[in-house]
């Protein structure tokens, strides 16, 4: 069975993101776990609070992730770009830079989105390809989900309720697992 990693670029209660990496977990395939690792309690990066000590919620994250098979972010798509929650994240995590093969290198990784304008999380997910590059991960480019008006996709509790959107992202979930346990062979 793989295990994966699943970040939310948002920290909103009401984060389609959110909503949409639960919805993964509940429709994610039988060979595949996914779980869901929060950014809240990861500080803005400060070069002084590293040459202090990486703080421990980023250790802890950056643990998970190492023990895991692949990682699954859901990024929201902010200004035209990555949200600056996430990014945050990867910074800290690529902290110090000899940490990044044992966080990083070689993990199999793939991108999904949800926003609320029409064209879904299409450049958000463009830009996150230099920084995968950078990190030398090796990115699972199946078919994207990218998510237009996702408020019609989701009801008030965050569940997924189109028919159509839930195939597809039966069918992604299908193929991450299947490149992640290529991956592990």
């Not at 069975?1 to 970040?7: D, E, K, N, R, W």
């Not at 902010?78 to 830079?97: E, F, H, Q, T």
């Not at 450049?123 to 019609?152: C, E, M, N, V």
């Not at 569940?159 to 991450?176: H, N």
């Amino acid at each position: 069975m793989s295990h994966v990693i699943g970040i939310s670029g948002s920290l909103r209660a009401q984060s389609f993101n959110s909503a949409l990496l639960r919805a993964a977990v509940a429709l994610s395939p039988p060979e595949m776990k996914i779980e869901i690792a929060s950014l809240e309690a990861i500080p803005l990066y400060n070069g002084d609070v590293e040459s202090a000590g990486i703080p421990a919620a980023v250790t802890a994250l950056k643990n998970r992730i190492a023990s895991a098979d692949g990682l699954l972010i859901a990024t929201p798509e902010y200004n035209n770009s990555i949200p600056g929650v996430v990014k945050n994240a990867v910074d800290w995590l690529s902290r110090p830079p000899a940490d990044i093969p044992k966080v990083f290198a070689g993990r199999s990784v793939t991108l999904m989105g949800a926003s609320d304008g029409p064209f879904g999380t299409v450049l958000s997910q463009a830009a996150w390809l230099p920084i995968l590059r950078t990190l030398q991960t090796h990115p699972w480019f199946g078919p994207r989900i990218l998510i237009p008006h996702a408020s019609k996709v989701f009801d008030e509790r965050g569940e997924l309720i189109d028919a159509k959107i839930r195939e597809k992202l039966k069918s992604f979930l299908l193929g991450f697992s299947a490149f992640v346990a290529h991956g592990r062979a």
